[in-house]
Antibody, heavy 119, light 109 residues
């Protein structure tokens, strides 16, 4: 059974940093592109970042470019999102999602982890 | 980066057929596949439709998708109370980003 389990969310002050993790199981993690998608409270889904299967190619939404870094450890079957210079508008539930095709076909999602940026 | 355009709400009575539209541009829907997601309250999104009109195993055939030019649609026939949820369209954009629609809240009256 495919499982994605996010962790690392919490309350952080504006300007602070946080690292999210997404532990994958039930499939060959190193074969798939992976994404982070976020959802602010009461709002819609917003794509954040994408990483190819080998970890060498990344893309980011303009809103997080230069502040967030996506990475992966295929030996540990884990996806990461390093978030720096956090802002109030980064407050959201962050989901990791598996991409079956490499072109935004999100076939499995984690349960999400809540990040709250507030003083 | 702009979002794909969906109506904020839709509604129907049990047994009815409802459609939800998703409008984009030549750089996203016009040149890439569309997928659709269902998000029940308090849960993670679930893939409903991929490659414009394909259903993953386990998704009832009451759900169908279509695409024409720079627009796409999700149709739900034989509406049931458990279909009440938020629905999102998504597509890759040639600017190297994924785009989601703003979401449509479906109410079953």
């Amino acid at each position: 059974e495919v499982q994605l389990v996010e962790s690392g969310g919490g309350l952080v002050q504006p300007g602070g940093s946080l690292r999210l993790s997404c532990a994958a199981s039930g499939f060959t993690f190193s074969n798939y592109w992976m994404h982070w998608v976020r959802q602010a409270p009461g709002k819609g889904l917003v794509w954040v970042s994408r990483l190819n299967s080998g970890g060498s190619s990344t893309t980011y939404a303009d809103s997080v470019k230069g502040r967030f870094t996506i990475s992966r450890d295929n030996a540990k079957n884990t996806l990461y999102l390093q978030m720096n210079s956090l802002r109030a508008e980064d407050t959201a539930v962050y989901y990791c999602a598996r991409d079956y095709s490499g072109w935004a076909r999100f076939d499995y999602w984690g349960q999400g982890t809540l990040v709250t940026v507030s003083s | 980066q702009s979002v794909l355009t969906q109506p904020p709400s839709a509604s129907g009575t049990p047994g009815q057929r409802v459609t939800i539209s998703c409008s984009g541009s030549s750089s996203n829907i016009g040149s890439n596949y569309v997928s659709w997601y269902q998000q029940l309250p308090g849960t993670a999104p679930k893939l409903l439709i991929y490659r414009n009109n394909q259903r993953p195993s386990g998704v009832p055939d009451r759900f169908s998708g279509s695409k024409s030019g720079t627009s796409a649609s999700l149709a739900i026939s034989g509406l049931r109370s458990e279909d009440e949820a938020d629905y999102y369209c998504a597509a890759w954009d040639d600017s190297l980003s994924a785009l989601f629609g703003g979401g449509t809240k479906l109410t079953v009256l």
